[in-house]
């Protein structure tokens, strides 16, 4: 091996070694593929789909209605953020209520006739229950089958949350935007 080929193949380890550096960081840092694991979330995300998630939770604040991973004790969670800091969240007759005024959520439609067909209740009531400072109250799109901040997981801080899923990118058919 004549010193030309060491320099070349020195300099192939040295760029090869920056772009997996730099790909780890953006991976850990900024942005992440997650896959989704169940049906709490049907129909917005279905079970074994593959998200994107934007983890720049340092620069975005969450709104309501984004859809974000949510660091558990033993996994991560897919939910939407129905209750902010300091709201009063009550559910009455399928109906969500925010501070007092009725909350439209459009992606439930379909779940919302489903349940109206077989002659049930989709969301139980509950509530009014105040969200505490600092903290959020989240839960799945398929309400009969989610376990959320209604039953088991509790409120959540930001520091809770990895990141807002972004878009389906697999399967490959149905990449979509999730906002």
Same mark, same amino acid.
């Given at each position: 091996?004549?010193?030309?080929?060491?320099?070349?193949?020195?300099?192939? +380890?040295?760029?090869?070694?920056?772009?997996?550096? %730099?790909?780890?960081?953006?991976?850990? @840092?900024?942005?992440?593929?997650?896959?989704?694991?169940?049906?709490?979330?049907?129909?917005? %995300?279905?079970?074994?789909? =593959?998200?994107?998630?934007? &983890?720049?939770?340092?620069?975005?604040?969450?709104?309501?209605?984004?859809?974000?991973?949510?660091?558990?004790?033993?996994?991560?969670? +897919?939910?939407?953020?129905?209750?902010?800091?300091?709201?009063?969240?009550?559910? &009455?007759?399928? &109906? %969500? @209520?925010?501070?007092?005024?009725?909350?439209?959520?459009?992606?439930?439609?379909?779940?919302? &006739?489903?349940?109206?067909?077989?002659?049930?209740?989709?969301?139980? $009531? @509950?509530?009014?229950?105040?969200?505490?400072?600092? =903290?959020?109250?989240?839960?799945?799109?398929?309400?009969?089958?989610?376990?959320?901040?209604?039953?088991?997981?509790?409120?959540?801080?930001?520091?809770?949350?990895?990141?807002?899923?972004?878009?389906?990118?697999?399967?490959?058919?149905?990449?979509? $935007?999730?906002?």
């Amino acid at each position: 091996m004549n010193i030309n080929q060491k320099k070349e193949i020195k300099s192939w +380890v040295k760029t090869l070694t920056i772009g997996l550096g %730099l790909a780890f960081g953006i991976k850990t @840092f900024f942005f992440a593929p997650y896959i989704v694991d169940g049906a709490s979330m049907e129909p917005t %995300l279905h079970n074994h789909e =593959k998200i994107f998630v934007n &983890k720049l939770n340092f620069i975005d604040n969450f709104n309501r209605g984004d859809i974000v991973i949510i660091k558990g004790k033993e996994e991560n969670y +897919v939910k939407r953020i129905i209750g902010l800091p300091g709201d009063k969240i009550e559910m &009455k007759d399928d &109906k %969500l @209520f925010i501070n007092g005024v009725l909350f439209k959520e459009p992606y439930l439609s379909q779940n919302l &006739k489903l349940a109206k067909e077989m002659g049930t209740q989709f969301t139980d $009531d @509950f509530g009014p229950i105040t969200v505490p400072k600092n =903290k959020y109250f989240v839960m799945g799109d398929n309400r009969l089958v989610s376990t959320d901040s209604r039953n088991g997981l509790g409120f959540f801080s930001k520091e809770d949350i990895v990141g807002h899923s972004e878009f389906v990118f697999f399967p490959f058919s149905n990449i979509r $935007d999730t906002k």
